[in-house]
């Protein structure tokens, strides 16, 4: 029997001792007054804040921008530098949130110079993933929840024999993704290339979104499917950005 055997599961007196001995440190805990742990408590929060202030502002949101062809005011990020691979151009709009830490990655093979623009007021979150081999277009006020993945191309051949032989895909094989005005993408969604997503549409949480989807609904599934139809939109009376909002995509139209 080995010594950890022994020691684990030994009746004996001694291996119950060290036992006890194992249980009574591994469940040790002290005392927390709230007069104490409460200052402690706040002197840590504000030494970290503080500490995430810095790093965003002076190292992280000026590095990101060196990406960037061109970003508008106000761009903002997290205090993780966001994964950038690959030549293409960021454009970037006014009062954007790239939050988290998000990879993009450009294919140069399938054009001279893949894009990614990103409109006003809209928020990228944690982890999402970009794979732009020719555009990949995301309009105002759009909300792309954590995780969520937007490809304009497959990255390999889809004939199993061309795949095999190690051809690079096609420059046809890549189609831009087109999302409107005001969507908002759940968690860990995917929208496949050559997608266009109409304003003011859902997309579901872990949805995979391979066609068109029309403007004002709601999809869900693999594949995603309208499941319901949504309202148009009304602007309240106290809400000028609403206001501009539908000014700009009744123009657009």
């Known amino acids: ?24 440190v591994r469940e040790f805990t002290l005392p927390a007054p709230r007069a104490l742990v409460r200052p402690a408590l706040w002197g840590f929060l ?3 804040e ?9 190292i992280v949101e000026p590095l990101f921008k060196g990406y960037c062809t061109r970003f508008g005011q106000r761009v903002r990020t997290g205090i993780f ?15 954007v949130l790239v939050d988290g830490k998000c990879t993009f990655v450009f294919d140069g093979r ?40 937007l490809f304009d191309t497959d990255g390999y051949r889809t004939d199993p024999v061309e795949r095999l032989g190690g051809l690079p895909p096609g420059v046809d094989e890549a189609q831009p993704i087109v999302v409107e005005d005001n969507v908002w993408i759940g968690t860990g969604a995917f929208i496949l ?3 266009r997503i109409g304003t003011g549409s859902v997309v579901a949480a872990g949805s995979v979104v391979t066609k068109d989807v029309p403007p004002n609904v709601i999809v869900a599934g693999n594949p995603a499917r309208v499941v319901k139809q949504l309202a148009e939109p009304r602007p309240p009376c106290n809400a000028p950005e609403m206001v501009s909002l539908l000014e700009h995509q009744t123009a657009s139209s």
């Open 1 to 24: 029997m080995s010594l950890y055997k022994y020691l684990a599961t030994s009746p004996d007196p001694l291996p119950r001792l060290v036992r006890s001995l194992r249980r009574g």
């Open 193 to 195: 290339k050559g997608v």
């Open 81 to 95: 530098l966001h994964s950038v691979e690959g030549k293409g151009d960021i454009v970037l709009g006014d009062d």
């Open 110 to 149: 399938y054009g001279e110079q893949p894009m990614l623009e990103i409109g006003d007021h809209t928020v990228i979150s944690h982890q999402c993933r970009f794979l732009i081999g020719r555009r990949v277009t995301i309009g105002r006020h759009c909300l792309i929840a954590s995780t969520s993945s």
């Open 46 to 48: 504000t030494l970290r």
């Open 50 to 58: 503080g500490w995430h202030y810095v790093r965003r502002v002076l």
